[in-house]
Structure formats: structure tokens, C-alpha cells
């Protein structure tokens, strides 16, 4: 996502439909077959003919590991929380836990 594509469309184009950026390449000359591409296909030639550049995520499998390694120990956390039966704690743990997997998830896509 850039600025110069909020710009020129009014929002992301990731965050656009399919629909909408077809729209979008059909006014511009140089796109072909714009209705046999798919959103990501899309997404680059939109970018490609203005001169976007967007540099990759840089998604280390260290920053993986790292959540893993947490979802771990709050696991720990929370086994003892439910045995002590501190409800709070427990319920408190097994909510992070919940984000951190949200996050690994989104960094493996």
C-alpha cells in the first residue's frame, strides 16, 4: 500500500474487489484481458502501469518462531491458572494466545 495509490484511486488497492480494479484496468491502456486476471494479477498491473513500486513485507520465520515461543509459555501460564482456578488469568491468557495465533497466521500467508 502506498500514498500515490490513494492518490490516484482513493483507497488501497488491496483493499479494493476484484470488480472494482477491473473497472479500474479497463481505463488504462496497455492492461489486456483484464477479465481472465485475478485480483492479484490485478493488483501488479494497476501498480506496474504507474510506476508503483511496493516493497515486499519482510516476513522472517524468526518473527514466527518468536509468537510460537510465547504461545507456549502463556499455555503453561494458563494450564496452571485453570488448576489454581484463578478464572481471570486464565481467560486473560487464552485471550493473547488467541491474537498471537491471529498473528502467525497472518505472517504465514
Known amino acids: 500500500m502506498s500514498e500515490k495509490e490513494i492518490e490516484i484511486w482513493g483507497r488501497p488497492l488491496e483493499k479494493m474487489t476484484t470488480t472494482e480494479l477491473r473497472e479500474a484496468a479497463k481505463?488504462?491502456?496497455?492492461?489486456?484481458?483484464?477479465?481472465?486476471?485475478?485480483?492479484?494479477?490485478?493488483?501488479?498491473?494497476?501498480?506496474?502501469?504507474?510506476?508503483?513500486?511496493v516493497e515486499a513485507a519482510r516476513r522472517t520465520s524468526d518473527t514466527i518462531r518468536a509468537l510460537k515461543k510465547t504461545i507456549r509459555s502463556l499455555k503453561v501460564k494458563r494450564a496452571e491458572a485453570l488448576e489454581a482456578k484463578d478464572r481471570k488469568?486464565?481467560?486473560?491468557?487464552?485471550?493473547?494466545?488467541?491474537?498471537?495465533?491471529?498473528?502467525?497466521?497472518?505472517?504465514?500467508a
Open 27 to 53: 481505463g488504462i491502456e496497455g492492461i489486456s484481458g483484464v477479465h481472465g486476471m485475478k485480483k492479484d494479477e490485478l493488483i501488479e498491473a494497476l501498480r506496474k502501469s504507474k510506476g508503483i513500486v
Open 89 to 108: 488469568t486464565a481467560d486473560l491468557c487464552r485471550r493473547k494466545i488467541a491474537r498471537l495465533k491471529k498473528k502467525t497466521r497472518r505472517l504465514a
